[in-house]
């Protein structure tokens, strides 16, 4: 992977992290708002719009990079049959921690390139 793939790949995995704190100013927004003016049901549930477009991008990118960091782990020729068990597991449990993690022991900090005996040489 280019070293741009990685950056980008990056910025990807932290998203989940963005759409989360965007989910909760709103929420939280949400509620000041409900105390300050005591707004009635119908018009609290169009405040809380623009927060379930966030809680919906963070579930699916969570999806996504839960798919994506599983399928690379399971196809990454440097790591052995345990440490692939590990690392599924805590994408499983830890999820969203754990994606960064993975990113950056497995992806940002190991060459572009296959060593000579694993790429075949």
Avoid: C
Avoid at 67 to 75: D, E, G, T
Avoid at 76 to 82: M, S
Avoid at 103 to 111: F, L, P, S
């Amino acid at each position: 992977m280019s070293r741009t793939g990685k950056i980008l790949l990056g910025i990807i995995t932290f998203m989940p992290f963005v759409f989360l704190a965007i989910y909760l100013s709103l929420f939280f927004q949400f509620f000041l708002e409900i105390l300050k003016h005591h707004t009635n049901a119908e018009d609290a549930f169009f405040q809380l719009m623009p927060s379930f477009i966030f809680i919906g991008l963070l579930v699916l990118s969570k999806i996504g990079l839960l798919i994506y960091y599983i399928v690379h782990a399971l196809n990454n020729p440097r790591i052995d049959g345990t440490e692939k068990l590990v690392w599924i597991l805590v994408f499983f449990f830890v999820g969203t921690i754990g994606f960064p993690i993975y990113w950056y022991a497995r992806i940002w900090k190991e060459g572009g390139s296959l060593p000579p005996t694993l790429a075949g040489q």
